[in-house]
């Protein structure tokens, strides 16, 4: 099996990422609600920031079911994830696009994780994203499943953190 860093990734390939336990702090039986309730995780923004020049297109997608349950609304999440990327721009990085599904995970559907429904969304806005050229980097087995059901380059941050991963990748490729 090789590792991330054998692989020739460049401008051509696109970084799907997990909000929750990859870029910040996951709540115990809860969700982030509220940017007071948001904490990054130590050295992601500038690991975002690294990363963002590696990568041709960098991608969110987050399972966000809190929205489904009534725990918060589409504005509250919007306005969440317009301070993280102002914060991320802040210390150079880049988010090119953000996925959610405010589904409930029950109902099963074609958008929450492992299913593919967000990343074909961001194909479909961004037709150079091409699956094999894709790395996903998450913290669940749902993450990584989404990942390999579509041909993905998979990295479980059990075993590498996001600053980790931006370390090795910009090691051996700039």
């Known amino acids: 099996m090789k590792n991330l860093s054998d692989y020739p990734i460049d401008k051509s390939w696109t970084l799907f990422l997990d909000r929750d336990g990859v870029i910040n702090r996951r709540l115990l039986d809860d ?54 990327v102002h914060e991320i721009e802040e210390a150079g990085g880049r988010i090119d ?48 499943e989404f990942g390999k059901r579509l041909g993905m380059l998979t990295v479980f941050t059990k075993k590498l953190t996001l600053p980790e991963i931006s370390k090795l990748l910009r090691t051996n490729n700039i």
């Open 31 to 84: 969700y982030v609600k509220r940017w007071d309730e948001f904490e990054f995780l130590p050295g992601v923004k500038e690991a975002i920031a690294k990363l963002s020049r590696i990568f041709g297109r960098v991608v969110i997608v987050s399972n966000q079911q809190g929205i489904g349950k009534g725990l918060m609304t589409e504005k509250d999440l919007d306005y969440i994830h317009s301070m993280m």
């Open 97 to 144: 696009a953000i996925y959610h599904c405010p589904e409930l995970k029950e109902k099963n559907p074609e958008c929450r994780k492992p299913k593919p429904g967000m990343a074909l969304q961001a194909q479909k806005d961004f037709p150079e994203i091409d699956f094999e050229k894709s790395v996903m980097i998450g913290d669940s087995e749902s993450d990584i």
